[in-house]
Nanobody, 124 residues
Framework: QLQLVESGGGLVQPGGSLRLSCAAS????????IGWFRQAPGKEREGVSC????????DYADSVKGRFTISRDNAKNTVYLQMNSLKPEDTAVYYC?????????????????WGQGTQVTVSS
């Protein structure tokens, strides 16, 4: 069974940090580009960041540039999202998704597999 499982979410104060993990089971991520998306209550899902299958290319939403860093460890079959300087507006459920191919994109509709999501709440 092909699965993506996110972890690392939680409650953090503004200015704090979290590191999200996206672990794959049932398949290897070596040939998949990965995207991170988020959805806040009452809002549409939005792309946060993405990384190519090799890790050589990354992209970020303007709202998180300079604060979030995406990375991958193919040996561990895991992709990470390091989130620093968190703001209340970062509060959302965060999802990772995998897309066969090398090139990363933040277009949600092209992704093949999705995780169940992990809640991130930024509040004092």
């Amino acid at each position: 069974q092909l699965q993506l499982v996110e972890s690392g979410g939680g409650l953090v104060q503004p200015g704090g940090s979290l590191r999200l993990s996206c672990a794959a089971s049932g398949f290897t991520l070596d040939y998949y580009a990965i995207g991170w998306f988020r959805q806040a209550p009452g809002k549409e899902r939005e792309g946060v960041s993405c990384i190519s299958s090799s890790g050589g290319s990354t992209d970020y939403a303007d709202s998180v540039k300079g604060r979030f860093t995406i990375s991958r460890d193919n040996a561990k079959n895991t992709v990470y999202l390091q989130m620093n300087s968190l703001k209340p507006e970062d509060t959302a459920v965060y999802y990772c998704a995998a897309m066969w191919g090398t090139i990363a994109t933040m277009i949600a509709g092209v992704y093949d597999y999705w995780g169940q999501g992990t809640q991130v709440t930024v509040s004092s």
